[in-house]
């Protein structure tokens, strides 16, 4: 009986113990003993570069007070673009994704993301909007050039001169005084009496006497008042139309403008689904180059981002315009299902409350939040 007592009690203490086990949440396999978390980034200043052989930017060095904050040791692989670093997460390849990491509907359905620690969204970025006097001159009179108008006047230039030649045709033969018989001077006279009628309404001391003059005169009194009203709207309306065509104020302006943007990214797709001629480059640095040498009309990326690289270049033609547009978060992107993101969100709270954040935006933006 004895015995028996003493087999059920062993049962029974071993049966709580791999119980007990089987409760016990596992830890993540990444921090066991002497085994390092895969971190997977790329270059994109002011984020996550390389500057002096040290990993540096606004969220690589958050991320590395995280890890101290966490009690984690790390490694980092640095890969071209984000879709890379998305693809490395969900393969399992990689452990923690560090960088400008835009929280999207599509990419939350492969991997997973820590809270968000920087609110960004898109901006365009234009060139030429303040180029100065002369340059404002050079545009007026390029918009002044154009076909539209250049066409219009030869038109005009044609009716006077149909205009000038019936008139001195009617004329000479009865006021050689006014409209000599040689056809040079005549035509000469006959043209400054057409220029004067369509611009004042007539000429001082000159007119035509006979009947035929007289018609084709009536007539052109009649043409020059439409013919004035419609050079005023065509001069107008073309130096309006040019003038605006070289600006981009926003978001609204960009469907079918020349775009520059990174390629791969969640802006590439947007832009494409409003109508922009997407230009994509491998990074906003080309991008921006793009710009200056005036392949394309704008470029539009993650605000941050464009505000940092026109800065760097301190070219006044550079400017940020339209409000920020499709608001987005960065976070880290961890694996889906990732048994680091409790102890990542925690120590991303504990650090936000050391005032963390607004350090390394006062570093790298000059702004304070």
């Not at 085994?35 to 200043?45: A, G």
């Not at 009865?174 to 000599?180: F, H, R, V, Y």
């Not at 990174?262 to 494409?272: C, F, P």
């Amino acid at each position: 009986m004895r015995k028996l007592l003493l087999f059920l009690s062993a049962v029974s203490f071993i049966s709580f113990v791999q119980g007990a086990s089987a409760q016990a949440p596992a830890a993540p396999a990444a921090t066991a003993v002497g085994s390092k978390i895969r971190v997977v980034t790329r270059n994109l200043e002011p984020f996550s570069f390389e500057k002096e052989g040290r990993r540096v930017g606004y969220a690589a060095e958050l991320w590395d007070q995280l890890a101290r904050e966490t009690k984690l040791d790390y490694e980092v692989k640095v890969v071209n673009t984000a879709a890379e670093i998305i693809e490395a997460l969900k393969n399992k390849t990689a452990d923690v994704g560090v960088g400008a990491i835009s929280v999207t509907a599509k990419r939350e359905e492969v991997i997973d993301f820590t809270q968000p620690f920087y609110e960004s969204g898109l901006q365009v970025l234009v060139s030429g909007g303040s180029g100065g006097f002369a340059d404002s001159i050079f545009s007026l009179v390029g918009n002044l050039f154009n076909i539209e108008l250049i066409g219009a006047f030869a038109l005009l230039l044609v009716a006077m001169f149909i205009i000038s030649h019936l008139v001195w045709r009617f004329e000479h033969p009865l006021n050689g005084d006014q409209w000599p018989e040689d056809y040079k001077k005549g035509m000469h006279e006959s043209f400054w009496w057409t220029i004067s009628t369509l611009l004042v309404g007539g000429a001082d001391n000159k007119g035509p006497i006979g009947l035929g003059g007289r018609i084709v005169a009536v007539i052109w009194m009649l043409l020059s008042i439409v013919l004035v009203s419609l050079l005023t709207a065509s001069f107008t309306t073309t130096l309006t139309v040019n003038t605006l065509k070289g600006d981009i104020n926003g978001p609204g302006d960009l469907p079918g403008r020349k775009v520059a943007t990174v390629k791969g990214s969640t802006t590439e797709t947007w832009l494409t689904t409003k109508g922009a001629k997407v230009v994509p480059y491998a990074t906003v640095t080309e991008c921006v180059a793009a710009l200056k040498g005036k392949d394309v009309d704008a470029v539009v990326y993650d605000a941050p981002v464009l505000q940092y690289e026109a800065g760097k270049l301190n070219d006044e033609k550079l400017q940020m315009v339209g409000p920020v547009f499709e608001r987005q978060n960065y976070s880290f992107a961890l694996q889906q299902d990732s048994t680091l993101r409790e102890s990542l969100n925690q120590g991303l709270l504990k650090l936000t409350e050391q005032g963390v954040g607004n350090e390394l935006r006062k570093k790298y933006f000059g702004e304070d939040k």
